[in-house]
């Protein structure tokens, strides 16, 4: 009888934080000065902060990878729904870092701020309105963009201090992981790619019809071989669009200078030449036996794979700390 009235008092306790917390959202989003009814959908409770739909919306639109902005608003959407739940759990965990950074005195000043944006600017040759009109098109606001962008700095910030700091590959580990992958040495530096290409056309229109049809269904999730086999217009397509290993010294400079700053399991921007387009995936990697490269390379690899299993457990740690709701 006692558990169930403890029970009864628990589940009365949440409900009146959330009414609080919801009643806080509204004041702060206008609702008193405006005198009017502010209507979000609010999606979670996170401690002391509410997740509203919108909010969650714009992370998404932050976060989504860039071939997702091919889509059209009605098929961006339909992407967003179906995986609304993911970027959820991604938002959630946004809360938490950020809180534990706070809590450690990680933090990033506004001047910061405006000096990545002016380097961001700077690489893409936007102007003060060309920026502000490509947010527009992502349906964001110069202030949503700056509170994103500071959470991923203070967050990139933090797992360095609280995770990736206390992390230690050994000399043994990556002679060992080296012995056991072969496929990484080769006589010369070199790429394991894939590709998909679609032949020079006079309509324009229906290029761009076939791009964007390659993209949404790698966005769906199909794999690169399955849609190379059934799209791809070269004899590669047999292959799933697999062309095998490119030497480094074997290639143009400008196809060794974009796998190079590619990671593997990447697919590249559509490359238009004077032959159609090429749209490449990178499989793999070849280093020089015994180069410094290649120590330099397993050891990136093995420290990756270290700071993705202790991330995973600090994750977990702030969430049993933490209050989550998530509403139906």
């Known amino acids: ?52 739909w919108s909010e969650l919306y714009k992370f998404m639109e932050f976060n989504a990878k860039d071939d997702f902005k091919a889509l059209n608003p009605d098929e961006k959407f339909k992407y967003f729904k179906a995986h609304e739940e993911e970027f959820l759990e991604k938002l959630i965990d946004t809360k938490l870092q950020i809180e534990e950074a706070e809590r450690y005195g990680i933090f990033v000043s506004d001047s910061e701020i405006e000096g990545a944006i002016n380097d961001i600017k700077k ?17 964001m606001t110069l202030n949503d963009y700056k509170k994103m962008l500071k959470e991923q700095i203070i967050i990139g910030r933090a797992l360095n201090s609280l995770v990736r700091s206390k992390i230690v590959v050994t000399d043994a580990e990556i002679n060992g992981y080296i012995k056991a992958h072969p496929e990484l040495s080769c006589v010369d530096d070199g790429y394991y790619v894939s590709q998909i290409v679609i032949k020079k056309r006079e309509n324009t229109e229906e290029l761009k019809a076939k791009i964007n049809e390659i993209f949404k269904r790698l966005i769906q999730g199909e794999s690169f071989s399955k849609v190379a086999s059934q799209l791809s217009e070269d004899v590669s397509a047999k292959l799933g669009g697999a062309i095998g290993l490119l030497k480094k010294n074997e290639i143009a400079p400008e196809l060794s200078n974009l796998f ?34 290649l120590v330099n390379y397993v050891r990136n690899l093995l420290e990756d794979e270290k700071f993705k299993k202790e991330y995973k457990l600090w994750i977990r740690g702030l969430r049993q700390r933490a209050y989550i709701e998530i509403m139906d």
């Not at 697919?267 to 995936?281: A, L, Q, W």
């Open 260 to 293: 190079s700053k590619m990671s593997v399991g990447q697919i590249s921007e559509p490359m238009m030449t004077e032959h159609g387009v090429f749209i490449f995936k990178l499989d793999g990697v070849c280093f020089s036996k015994g180069s410094q490269e």
């Open 123 to 139: 690489k893409y040759n936007l102007t003060d309105e060309g920026f502000i009109e490509t947010l527009k098109k992502e349906g």
């Open 1 to 52: 009888m006692l558990n169930l009235r403890v029970k009864e008092e628990l589940k009365l306790l949440k409900f009146f934080v959330f009414f609080i917390l919801s009643l806080i959202f509204l004041i702060e989003s206008g609702w008193a000065e405006e005198n009017k009814f502010f209507v979000d959908k609010i999606v979670a409770v996170v401690n002391k902060e509410v997740i509203t």
